[in-house]
């Protein structure tokens, strides 16, 4: 879905309309008991939109998405997890003016959900090797740091020509965020094994917060979890 080359754009974009400006990547997966479960990412720029209209720019905020005509793009995404074993029920949603977009699937177990985000978040290699996102052996619970996003942003810096040399991006896009959310139907958390994560009252949902490019604060994309 070119999400990399688009997300890199607004991050730019956003940065010339207030250095607080941040946006939020989320990505949420629910397991049922069996394994199977639902996928799904999104990225939200709403705040972005609230701030073109904070300086009366209405019109702009309407029309200033680039995520806005993705759909045709998501079309290419569809016919690879189409060919993906254990993967369905592909969707793509965008709200907000298209300042909220979201693509998703269900999948039949682990391996399924690492083959079908391996297509989403176009890291398909050569050999066809698939990283191991998501590690769930009876009631040992991983979500490993494969998808590495603050090296795949500084490598897309690094190579773009958009006159990012020398700019401070811990300081500009500090509140620029990956949140990976996991929903457990029929299980709950027992034991965090190690990881900075938030787990609900009920230990049916985990949240990690990853700050992209905040290196001063202690964080993590990999935690491991106990469940029963």
């Not at 990547?25 to 799904?40: L, Y």
Request: net charge negative; hydrophobic share 35%; proline share 1%.
């Amino acid at each position: 879905m070119m999400y990399r080359l688009r997300i890199w754009i607004l991050l730019i974009f956003a940065a010339t309309l207030s250095l607080q400006s941040c946006f939020e990547i989320r990505e949420v997966v629910t397991f049922q008991r069996d394994g199977s479960g639902t996928f799904s990412l999104s990225i939200d720029l709403s705040q972005v939109k609230q701030m073109i209209q904070g300086f009366g720019q209405q019109e702009n905020a309407a029309n200033g998405s680039p995520f806005q005509n993705m759909e045709a793009e998501y079309d290419k995404t569809r016919e690879k997890l189409e060919k993906v074993d254990g993967v369905s029920k592909m969707r793509f949603i965008s709200e907000n003016d298209g300042y909220v977009i979201t693509t998703g699937f269900e999948f039949s177990d682990v391996a399924a959900l690492n083959r079908g985000m391996d297509v989403v978040y176009e890291n398909e290699s050569e050999t066809g090797d698939v990283p191991e996102y998501y590690k769930f052996n009876r009631r040992n619970f991983e979500r490993t740091a494969s998808h590495n996003f603050l090296d795949l942003v500084k490598n897309e810096f690094a190579g773009s020509d958009m006159g990012v040399e020398g700019m401070d991006l811990s300081t500009l896009f500090s509140n620029v965020a990956y949140v990976n959310e996991i929903h457990f139907e029929d299980r709950e958390v027992r034991r965090v094994r190690s990881g900075n994560v938030e787990v609900s009252d009920d230990g049916t949902m985990v949240t990690n917060r990853y700050l992209i490019f905040n290196e001063t604060v202690d964080q993590q994309l990999e935690f491991r979890l106990r469940v029963k």
